[in-house]
């Protein structure tokens, strides 16, 4: 379950089919997940440092690690957002592009660092932990796989935060026009590092079944991102997989946790942290309610606000509040303690984290060769249906491409407040295609108007253009936005709560759990 193998063959079977994967019902199974995954994750390791048993010596023992250090960086994001634009010498716009930039740098990290990190736990569990060669080795193949080449994909997809504010001044022009044979010497790269890893786990005569599975899913994942078909596609089995297994490490790591002997709250918590479906539940719980808080800095402008489909106009009005700057703040105040904390209740070198940590690197009874056997086997299988899968949906490259013919171009919107503010510029916007279904799967601006709001504008725009199939790959359209108002947009419509879809996740959950529970009753 932690893995990725059995996300990705789901996800590319539910948008088979679609033009529009965002229109798909892979839509529907991320808002699903979304709210009952994202916001949990981020709070698990909170949730692990606070509110059990087995953490609370580490709190005493580590004041700076655990109390004085999240305590720092809260004060910091909340002095950073809450003052006035003329309050410092950085607007609130400009304060958040750079907070927005290091988080980015630090949520690739964080993704890379967690992939080690379940490698590394599942090498402990078959008594390998000791072994530095290869502790070695999945660092390396994590911060490769999970960092770098995923790095390396968001570049050439435009995806990275704000790109054109640091990335595109660091790099030259000439990676755009080489931008298919870098994808090529990735996936390369990702093969070869893939296979290194996999043949150095088998020859191991205790090898887990756990890491195998692992070791592909990841390589599945920044396969998918390395020959895209859609963004969102990617966004989907990436996050989706990290949030699931943040969740899974939580509810495991206390429960070998000892019980408290003073204290009504502690008791409750204890009982919950001994029951890992509870901790799932929990965290879900609180996924769900604090979801349209966090969208508001989660999200731009232009993103998809799941949050509205539950609670409605209750999250449409949190965004255009005056209480925006402090949920900006609070937003980045709990990713940057979740990065710290993660760090901190995993570090398994120190020898209390692993005391307190004993519910979840527990040995597992060892396996018979030939079972092991068997296993390697379906995940064999599993393994060639999911590429199987991801080469059936993303295709090859074209060559002989014929220049981009557009079938539909919007304009940019041309707000009439920029009029009166005498806002012109120029600039080029690139726009990436994919070959199959003629969709801009990517836009950024080469050379900038010299006002944020009209790239944005130019961005919003030439991301909804389409082109005919297989007529070109990429394409530079200039921009100008002169002195000129346009008519306003439709009012949106009112988004209807859906709050039905994660109570039937929820629902399903429970069942399972039940279920569970009562065949080991029965067992017994």
Same mark, same amino acid.
């Given at each position: 379950?932690?893995?990725?193998?059995?996300?990705?063959?789901?996800?590319?079977?539910?948008?088979?089919?679609?033009?529009?994967?965002?229109?798909?019902?892979?839509?529907?199974?991320?808002?699903?997940?979304?709210?009952?995954?994202?916001?949990?994750?981020?709070?698990?390791?909170?949730?692990?440092?606070?509110?059990?048993?087995?953490?609370?010596?580490?709190?005493?023992?580590?004041?700076?690690?655990?109390?004085?250090?999240?305590?720092?960086?809260?004060?910091?994001?909340?002095?950073?957002?809450?003052?006035?634009?003329?309050?410092?010498?950085?607007?609130?716009?400009?304060?958040?592009?750079?907070?927005?930039?290091?988080?980015?740098?630090?949520?690739?990290?964080?993704?890379?660092?967690?992939?080690?990190?379940?490698?590394?736990?599942?090498?402990?569990?078959?008594?390998?932990? &000791?072994?530095?060669?290869?502790? /070695?080795?999945?660092?390396? +193949? *994590? $911060?490769? @796989?999970?960092?770098?080449?995923?790095?390396? #994909?968001?570049?050439?997809?435009?995806?990275?935060?704000?790109?054109?504010?640091?990335?595109?001044?660091?790099?030259?022009?000439?990676?755009? &026009?080489?931008?298919?044979?870098? /994808?090529?010497?990735?996936? +390369? *790269? $990702?093969? @070869?590092?893939?296979?290194?890893?996999?043949? #150095?786990?088998?020859?191991?005569?205790?090898?887990?079944?756990?890491?195998?599975?692992?070791?592909?899913?990841?390589?599945?994942?920044?396969?998918?991102?390395?020959?895209?078909?859609?963004?969102?596609?990617?966004?989907?089995?990436?996050?989706?997989?990290?949030?699931?297994?943040?969740?899974?490490?939580?509810?495991?790591?206390?429960?070998?946790?000892?019980?408290?002997?003073?204290?009504?709250?502690?008791?409750?918590?204890?009982?919950?942290?001994?029951?890992?479906?509870?901790?799932?539940?929990?965290?879900?719980?609180?996924?769900?309610?604090?979801?349209?808080?966090?969208?508001?800095?989660?999200?731009?402008?232009?993103?998809?606000?799941?949050?509205?489909?539950?609670?409605?106009?209750?999250?449409?009005?949190?965004?255009?509040?005056?209480?925006?700057?402090?949920?900006?703040?609070?937003?980045?105040?709990?990713?940057?303690?979740?990065?710290?904390?993660?760090?901190?209740?995993?570090?398994?070198?120190?020898?209390?984290?692993?005391?307190?940590?004993?519910?979840?690197?527990?040995?597992?009874?060892?396996?018979?060769?030939?079972?092991?056997?068997?296993?390697?086997?379906?995940?064999?299988?599993?393994?060639?249906?999911?590429?199987?899968?991801?080469?059936?949906?993303?295709?090859?490259?074209?060559?002989?491409?014929?220049?981009?013919?557009?079938?539909?171009?919007?304009?940019?919107?041309?707000?009439?407040?920029?009029?009166?503010?005498?806002?012109?510029?120029?600039?080029?916007?690139?726009?990436?295609?994919?070959?199959?279904?003629?969709?801009?799967?990517?836009?950024?601006?080469?050379?900038?108007?010299?006002?944020?709001?009209?790239?944005?504008?130019?961005?919003?725009?030439?991301?909804?253009?389409?082109?005919?199939?297989?007529?070109?790959?990429?394409?530079?359209?200039?921009?100008?936005?002169?002195?000129?108002?346009?008519?306003?947009?439709?009012?949106?419509?009112?988004?209807?709560?859906?709050?039905?879809?994660?109570?039937?996740?929820?629902?399903?959950?429970?069942?399972?759990?039940?279920?569970?529970?009562?065949?080991?009753?029965?067992?017994?």
């Amino acid at each position: 379950m932690l893995s990725a193998l059995w996300l990705a063959p789901i996800v590319l079977l539910l948008v088979h089919g679609y033009s529009d994967p965002e229109s798909s019902p892979l839509d529907l199974l991320y808002f699903g997940l979304t709210a009952l995954f994202w916001i949990g994750h981020r709070l698990s390791s909170t949730y692990l440092a606070y509110c059990t048993e087995a953490y609370r010596p580490l709190l005493r023992e580590q004041p700076v690690r655990f109390v004085a250090l999240p305590l720092l960086i809260t004060a910091g994001c909340f002095a950073l957002f809450l003052p006035a634009d003329s309050a410092l010498p950085w607007t609130r716009e400009e304060r958040l592009i750079g907070l927005a930039i290091i988080d980015y740098a630090c949520v690739t990290y964080h993704f890379a660092a967690q992939h080690f990190g379940a490698l590394s736990l599942y090498r402990s569990r078959v008594d390998r932990g &000791s072994c530095i060669q290869m502790r /070695r080795w999945d660092r390396f +193949f *994590a $911060l490769i @796989a999970g960092g770098v080449l995923v790095f390396v #994909a968001d570049i050439l997809a435009g995806a990275v935060a704000y790109q054109d504010q640091w990335v595109d001044r660091w790099f030259p022009a000439w990676i755009v &026009s080489a931008e298919n044979g870098i /994808r090529g010497g990735a996936m +390369f *790269a $990702l093969l @070869a590092i893939t296979a290194i890893t996999l043949f #150095a786990e088998l020859r191991t005569p205790r090898w887990s079944l756990p890491r195998v599975l692992y070791i592909i899913g990841l390589a599945v994942m920044v396969g998918l991102a390395l020959r895209p078909r859609s963004l969102f596609l990617f966004l989907v089995i990436w996050t989706s997989q990290h949030w699931i297994l943040a969740t899974g490490l939580a509810s495991q790591t206390p429960s070998a946790e000892s019980a408290p002997t003073t204290g009504a709250v502690r008791r409750f918590l204890h009982r919950l942290n001994v029951r890992p479906w509870a901790v799932v539940l929990f965290l879900m719980l609180l996924s769900l309610v604090f979801l349209p808080i966090f969208e508001v800095e989660a999200n731009r402008e232009t993103g998809t606000y799941y949050g509205d489909r539950i609670f409605g106009a209750f999250a449409t009005q949190l965004r255009t509040s005056t209480w925006v700057p402090a949920l900006i703040a609070l937003g980045f105040a709990t990713g940057f303690i979740h990065y710290l904390l993660d760090r901190s209740v995993y570090r398994m070198s120190d020898p209390q984290v692993r005391a307190a940590a004993s519910g979840l690197i527990g040995n597992v009874p060892r396996r018979s060769r030939r079972k092991n056997v068997s296993s390697f086997a379906l995940v064999l299988v599993l393994a060639l249906v999911s590429v199987g899968s991801l080469h059936a949906q993303i295709g090859s490259p074209e060559v002989g491409q014929q220049p981009p013919k557009a079938i539909y171009t919007p304009r940019p919107v041309y707000r009439p407040e920029w009029a009166k503010r005498g806002l012109t510029g120029k600039g080029v916007v690139l726009v990436t295609i994919d070959q199959q279904t003629g969709k801009v799967t990517g836009a950024r601006m080469l050379q900038s108007t010299g006002n944020k709001q009209l790239d944005g504008a130019a961005l919003e725009a030439y991301s909804q253009w389409r082109f005919q199939p297989g007529t070109g790959s990429q394409v530079k359209i200039p921009i100008e936005f002169a002195n000129r108002p346009k008519p306003p947009a439709p009012k949106p419509t009112a988004p209807k709560p859906a709050i039905l879809y994660p109570l039937l996740i929820l629902i399903g959950f429970g069942v399972a759990v039940v279920a569970m529970r009562a065949r080991r009753r029965g067992a017994r």
